[in-house]
Antibody
Framework: QITLKESGPTLVKPTQTLTLTCTFS??????????VGWIRQPPGKALEWLAL???????RFSPSLKSRLTITKATSKNQVVLTMTYMDPVDTATYYC?????????????WGQGTLVTVSS | SYELTQPPSVSVSPGQTARITCSGD??????AYWYQQKSGQAPVLVIY???KRPSGIPERFSGSSSGTMATLTISGAQVEDEADYHC???????????FGTGTKVTVL
């Protein structure tokens, strides 16, 4: 049974760096063809793909946010950390951590419950 | 940048068929995926690789794709199918993952 859960601050100030942790179970990020992705959704708006970490430590980022994002495996092998620098009120959103199937085409089949991050002074 | 376009809303009476479209230039070469998102909840995958249904998804959900348009069909829509539906795919290079603009389905 695959589960994922996001954790991190619910409120950050403009210009601060956001750090979110995804804690997962039911799969190994060392298994070929597996990844962990991050996707966000501003209130009332569409989903937006942010980043993907592959089983072999390769990474992909949204071109529009690439300069602000990092994604890494945490010390614990069952955690992935996303950081986003220079947070702005437009970054207010629910951030989701996902299990990814990486093959001929990547997709996201299991999602965490999401965590709402508000950017405000 | 690559975009997937969906109608903002679709309304259907219970028991009738709802069709939600997703338009994108790379869809002739890339699979479409569909997610259902009920209010206050995380998205759930209902269709993958254009037409496959994950375990546990009712048979009334089906998918198809032709040319630059993918379609999610809900045959015999139920009140519990009221939700936002998002299509997903990748651009032609495979480097950028993209979600559609989202469609709110109302069943009444």
């Amino acid at each position: 049974q695959i589960t994922l859960k996001e954790s991190g601050p619910t409120l950050v100030k403009p210009t601060q760096t956001l750090t979110l942790t995804c804690t997962f179970s039911g799969f190994s990020l060392s298994t070929p063809g597996v990844g962990v992705g991050w996707i966000r959704q501003p209130p009332g708006k569409a989903l937006e793909w942010l980043a993907l970490l592959y089983w072999d430590d390769a990474k992909r980022f949204s071109p529009s946010l690439k300069s602000r994002l990092t994604i890494t495996k945490a010390t614990s092998k069952n955690q992935v950390v996303l950081t986003m620098t220079y947070m702005d009120p437009v970054d207010t959103a629910t951030y989701y951590c996902t299990h990814s199937v990486i093959g001929a085409q990547t997709f996201y089949d299991y999602w965490g419950q999401g965590t709402l991050v508000t950017v405000s002074s | 940048s690559y975009e997937l376009t969906q109608p903002p809303s679709v309304s259907v009476s219970p028991g009738q068929t709802a069709r939600i479209t997703c338009s994108g230039d790379a869809l002739p070469k890339k699979y479409a995926y569909w997610y259902q998102q009920k209010s206050g909840q995380a998205p759930v995958l209902v269709i993958y690789e254009d037409r496959k249904r994950p375990s546990g998804i009712p048979e009334r959900f089906s998918g198809s794709s032709s040319g630059t348009m993918a379609t999610l069909t809900i045959s015999g829509a139920q009140v519990e199918d009221e939700a936002d539906y998002h299509c997903y795919s990748t651009d032609s290079s495979g480097d950028r993952d993209v979600f559609g603009t989202g469609t709110k389905v109302t069943v009444l």
